[in-house]
């Protein structure tokens, strides 16, 4: 017998009872035990105890949050082998990875009991995304968790470039003193141009602002500015408006080497450029041409297009065939890869991820997966003690919803909801008054279509 699960926050962050400020004070002063409508913690129908394999090291407040929720959980520091993992994973419900393991589709196929993956970082180019949704596996990563990181370490570049700090500090530490303000200028007045006001971009505008920059965005899609910060209608005028342009694009076939000479050469002579995006959207010799000409008058890069694969390896020509140029150039900082890298950061990677697959394996909600239909209904609360969740992931084609319904015609359906992602489709229902004798019948109705590909219950 298992460990009851115990997700009642997350639901409650979730899939927020609606409460009207009458309820409110109609429960004030009474014991919050008794208030009926709490969002219902759910099981899985079988009961059975459900195992996460945590690897990589991955937070310990992640590992207790799990622990915490019931669930058995085995940590691992190291990243599995394929051959380890297909021995290993059999026995799991749950996966928890950083960027080190491959779930091939090898290893998915030996992941008979698997129902969630979670990537604890930003990518997810580690997990064979269709063979998982073929097999009924939802991917939840943490895309947006660092953009506050991304955009402190922008605000520190504009201020070091402006004052030359990293040539400064490097003389300084090679016993020379240069004590000089030609060249040198403050940030406050300045124009900051953004590419791309998404995530990042926008928490940037706000930072810009409070530091007296005038802030000019471009992007391919209208957005709400922020502050004073403008729109502008064409990238040319943002490059050539701005002292600062800073890049924060997707990589997209649009984007590789969207600032190359000609878009160089309409900036302003003696402005800055920063990329903490992505490595291929900068023509790198390009830049370097630009600012051995002095045109630019200096240069932030935390990505390339070719980057190291482990911390120690050589970033040299023969990764990237201008990089010893590069590094010799003045005033260009040049980091390894570290706009997203911080313990914040890290943290709230732990947090988001571990959430979500308790919101999966508990309520069976697919919001925020990557390769998967997002699909997610009401909590149910805890005054429809009777009700079921019917969580049904099958393949994408016609008359699944015909064969389902049918099996639920005898029921009332309280809510219900599908959608699809290509080859796979995912149906939520909660359904009232099912004795424990008909939901194992009709468990194994649905269980038995020919599309089903895993049905769960959570009572
Ligand atoms: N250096 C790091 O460690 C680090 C960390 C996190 C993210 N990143 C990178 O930063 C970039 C931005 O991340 P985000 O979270 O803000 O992404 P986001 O998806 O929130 O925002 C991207 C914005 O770019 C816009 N855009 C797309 N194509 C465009 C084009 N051709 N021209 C102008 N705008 C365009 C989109 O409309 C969107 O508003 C990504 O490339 C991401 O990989 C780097």
Not at 268 to 293: C, H
Not at 422 to 435: F, K, P, Q, R, T
Request: aromatic share 6%.
């Amino acid at each position: 017998m298992s460990t009851p699960i115990n997700i009642k926050s997350v639901a409650a962050s979730t899939s927020p009872v609606t409460s009207s400020i009458h309820d409110h004070f109609r429960n004030r002063g009474r014991d919050s035990s008794i208030d009926i409508r709490q969002p219902k913690v759910l099981h899985p129908l079988e009961n059975e105890g459900l195992r996460l394999l945590i690897l990589e090291n991955i937070s310990q407040d992640a590992v207790a949050t799990f622990r915490g929720q019931g669930y058995h959980v085995d940590h691992y520091s190291k990243a599995m082998s394929e051959d380890e993992l297909v021995e290993k994973i059999g026995s799991y419900h749950g996966i928890g990875i950083r960027s080190k393991t491959k779930i091939t589709q090898r290893v998915l196929k030996a992941a008979s009991k698997l129902l969630v993956i979670g990537c604890f970082c930003i990518g997810t180019n580690q997990v064979d995304l269709s063979a998982a949704a073929r097999a009924g596996i939802p991917v939840f990563n943490s895309p947006f968790s660092n953009s506050r990181s991304v955009a402190e370490l922008v605000m520190s570049e504009l201020v070091a470039l402006s004052r030359q700090l990293f040539e400064r500090a490097y003389e300084l530490r090679t016993g020379v003193w240069n004590k000089q303000s030609k060249g040198c200028w403050e940030i406050r007045g300045k124009t900051l141009g953004i590419v791309g006001y998404g995530h990042i971009g926008s928490q940037l505008s706000v930072l810009a602002e409070a530091f007296g920059l005038r802030v000019l965005f471009y992007d391919v899609v209208n957005i709400m500015p922020l502050g004073s910060a403008r729109q502008v209608d064409s990238l040319s005028t943002l490059l050539s408006e701005s002292d600062f342009v800073t890049l924060h694009v997707p990589e997209l076939p649009e984007t590789i080497k969207m600032i190359s000479e000609q878009q160089l050469a309409q900036m302003k002579k003696g402005s800055y450029l920063i990329n903490n995006a992505r490595g291929k959207v900068v023509d790198i010799p390009a830049l370097v041409q630009s600012l051995q000409s002095g045109h630019l008058a200096g240069a932030a890069i935390d990505v390339f297009p070719a980057e190291p694969g482990a911390n120690g390896a050589p970033f040299d020509d023969q990764l990237n065939s201008w990089a010893s140029t590069l590094r010799a150039l003045h005033n260009v900082i040049l980091t390894p890869h570290i706009g997203g890298s911080t313990e914040e950061a890290q943290k709230m990677i732990g947090e988001e991820v571990s959430q979500a697959l308790s919101r999966y394996l508990g309520y069976g909600s697919t919001v925020g997966a990557v390769n998967f239909p997002e699909v997610d209904l009401r909590a149910i609360t805890t005054d429809h003690l009777t009700q079921i969740r019917v969580c049904h992931v099958h393949k994408n084609q016609p008359g699944v919803l015909k064969q389902v319904n049918d099996a639920l015609s005898p029921y009332n359906v309280e809510k219900q909801y599908s959608d699809s992602k290509g080859e796979v489709a995912y149906l939520m229902a909660d359904i009232a008054d099912v004795s424990p004798a008909d939901m194992l019948r009709l468990k194994e109705r649905i269980s038995g279509t020919n599309a089903n590909i895993i049905t769960r219950f959570l009572t």
